[in-house]
């Protein structure tokens, strides 16, 4: 118990470092201490309640493979674990591509959330390797299958990128060269040192003297 008196006044004093804890123990007539000591029990209870999947899943299926993958770079000897782990994160993003599209049919699923944490702990136990099962088996039947449309798709977009990209830099390069825009654009630059320089005044930093020219 004392050590819990101990932790509930080390919070206290914290906690008299911000207005709106005092003021709640005022009106409450409460030692901040252990208003301090409620939210710190309540929040993580609320969060867990309310995001306890999401942060469940996001432990589950980037966190820890993320910690792999890296491991698995490191080992310079075995190429398998690269391979298993390079196919998890291919599935991963298939996986989420689709979810994207299709999440909303996808949640109608009994229990879907409990099946996708299974279905990704045999994706990436050693044991079972089910990603690359599911890629064997699947997607690259499929990646084969379309390889050419693929790879079409992609060229198409890369190249109506590109040529967007292209077309605004020319487009605000034109409108930057027309003299009205310059001299918008330099009326804002003297704006801006004006308002850094009474800023500075503002906050008493003296301007640091230009050296004379001899």
């Not at 993320?66 to 000897?77: F, G, P, Q, Y």
């Not at 704006?191 to 500075?200: C, D, L, P, R, T």
């Amino acid at each position: 118990m004392d050590i819990v008196k101990q932790r509930i006044a080390d919070l206290d004093k914290q906690a008299q470092a911000f207005p709106p804890l005092v003021k709640a123990s005022q009106q409450l007539n409460v030692p901040a201490g252990y208003i301090a000591l409620a939210i710190l029990i309540v929040v993580p209870i609320v969060i867990l309640f309310t995001m306890g999947g999401q942060i469940l899943s996001v432990c589950f299926t980037v966190a820890y493979p993320a910690v792999r993958s890296m491991k698995a770079l490191e080992t310079k000897d075995d190429d398998d674990d690269d391979k298993q782990w390079l196919t998890y994160w291919v599935i991963f993003g298939v996986h989420s591509l689709l979810e994207q599209f299709f999440g909303f049919i996808l949640e109608f699923i009994p229990f879907y959330f409990y099946i996708k944490l299974a279905m990704y702990v045999w994706m990436m136990s050693p044991q079972t390797n089910g990603a690359l099962t599911i890629y064997g088996t699947v997607l690259r039947p499929l990646l084969l299958k379309h390889e050419k449309d693929i790879d079409e798709w992609i060229n198409k977009v890369t190249t109506g990128a590109t040529s967007i990209a292209s077309e605004a830099a020319k487009a605000a390069k034109d409108e930057m060269s027309k003299p009205e825009n310059m001299m918008a654009a330099a009326n804002l630059a003297s704006e801006g040192q004006k308002m850094a320089a009474q800023a500075a005044t503002d906050l008493g930093i003296e301007e640091t003297p230009k050296p004379k020219e001899e």
